[in-house]
């Protein structure tokens, strides 16, 4: 059986560009997706982004910068602002995983982690050692970090990093989009864009990173981030979240529509 480690894209599950808008339909059909997973023997492991919970307050305070001495007080209530709306939309993804008969439990990364990029600080037993039948969960977060910063955005994709390396037996580490099929040869927006089925890092991309509304690293530290995992595990994989039939085709046939991170 397979051991999944899957990151719901913030894209996919809420609308990036409005303030606070969940996709209840996107996550209802990703919910059914894990639901079958599990039924079919898989363990899954999750992580989630911060979408339009997380991306924009973090612009407009600039925290990815982390502390600044001019505007340091509105700084602080936009980093408890912000992880209370992390911990709301983590709610809407296990209430509706709930309602598929799926357990979570979930790992706020601003209460186990600390500083930012892949190679954060933070102790993952408590994830690995989760209950059998229990789906463990964790987001993108503002987490603390060393002075000067005090602060700053720890995002999924490095929590996919970490995860990917460090829990024994991942088989497949899956990044389900909202935008796009996988990654394409030119952005989503264009019409000549087309999929690349299989990517290796010597590839080069024409990709975009919407610095408007993502404080992160958009498709380039997805793809740095898959690129390392694919040294550890075996198949990783971007895939159309929209599309969650799709992961259930690779599992049961080796492949699917999407594309390939291979090393
Ligand atoms: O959406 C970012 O996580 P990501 C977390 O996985 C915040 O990059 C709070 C903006």
Redesign the pocket.
Same mark, same amino acid.
């Given at each position: 059986m397979a051991h999944i480690l899957i990151?719901f894209?913030?894209?996919l599950i809420t609308t990036k560009s409005k303030m606070k808008t969940v996709d209840r339909e996107a996550i209802s059909k990703l919910s059914r997706l894990v639901r079958e997973l599990s039924r079919l023997g898989h363990k899954v492991t999750l992580?989630? $982004?911060?979408?339009s919970?997380?991306?924009l307050?973090?612009k407009e305070w600039k925290?990815?910068d982390g502390a600044l001495e001019s505007i340091i007080e509105q700084q602080k209530d936009a980093v408890i602002s912000?992880?209370e709306?992390?911990l709301e939309l983590n709610r809407e993804v296990c209430n509706s995983l709930a309602n598929h008969n799926v357990d979570t439990q979930s790992f706020p990364p601003s209460d186990w982690a600390n500083e930012v990029g892949a190679d954060f600080s933070g102790d993952l037993s408590p994830i690995l050692n989760c209950s059998e039948g229990v789906v463990p969960i964790t987001?993108?977060?503002?987490v603390d970090c060393s002075k000067p910063k005090l602060f700053g955005?720890?995002? $999924?994709?490095?929590?996919m990093v970490r995860m990917g390396k460090e829990i024994p037996g991942i088989t497949h580490c899956i990044f389900l989009l909202g935008d796009t099929e996988g990654l394409l040869s030119a952005p989503p927006a264009n019409p000549n864009a087309t999929l690349i089925p299989i990517w290796n890092k010597n590839q080069q991309v024409s990709g975009e990173h919407d610095k408007t509304q993502?404080?992160?690293?958009g498709i380039f530290?997805k793809l740095e981030s898959a690129s390392i995992i694919s040294k550890i595990v075996p198949h990783v994989w971007f895939i159309d979240g929209r599309k969650p039939d799709r992961v259930l085709e690779l599992l049961t046939t080796g492949t699917t529509r999407g594309t390939q991170i291979v090393p």
């Amino acid at each position: 059986m397979a051991h999944i480690l899957i990151k719901f894209g913030g894209g996919l599950i809420t609308t990036k560009s409005k303030m606070k808008t969940v996709d209840r339909e996107a996550i209802s059909k990703l919910s059914r997706l894990v639901r079958e997973l599990s039924r079919l023997g898989h363990k899954v492991t999750l992580v989630h $982004g911060a979408g339009s919970f997380g991306h924009l307050k973090a612009k407009e305070w600039k925290i990815a910068d982390g502390a600044l001495e001019s505007i340091i007080e509105q700084q602080k209530d936009a980093v408890i602002s912000i992880r209370e709306d992390m911990l709301e939309l983590n709610r809407e993804v296990c209430n509706s995983l709930a309602n598929h008969n799926v357990d979570t439990q979930s790992f706020p990364p601003s209460d186990w982690a600390n500083e930012v990029g892949a190679d954060f600080s933070g102790d993952l037993s408590p994830i690995l050692n989760c209950s059998e039948g229990v789906v463990p969960i964790t987001f993108g977060d503002v987490v603390d970090c060393s002075k000067p910063k005090l602060f700053g955005i720890l995002s $999924g994709d490095d929590l996919m990093v970490r995860m990917g390396k460090e829990i024994p037996g991942i088989t497949h580490c899956i990044f389900l989009l909202g935008d796009t099929e996988g990654l394409l040869s030119a952005p989503p927006a264009n019409p000549n864009a087309t999929l690349i089925p299989i990517w290796n890092k010597n590839q080069q991309v024409s990709g975009e990173h919407d610095k408007t509304q993502d404080v992160t690293g958009g498709i380039f530290l997805k793809l740095e981030s898959a690129s390392i995992i694919s040294k550890i595990v075996p198949h990783v994989w971007f895939i159309d979240g929209r599309k969650p039939d799709r992961v259930l085709e690779l599992l049961t046939t080796g492949t699917t529509r999407g594309t390939q991170i291979v090393p």
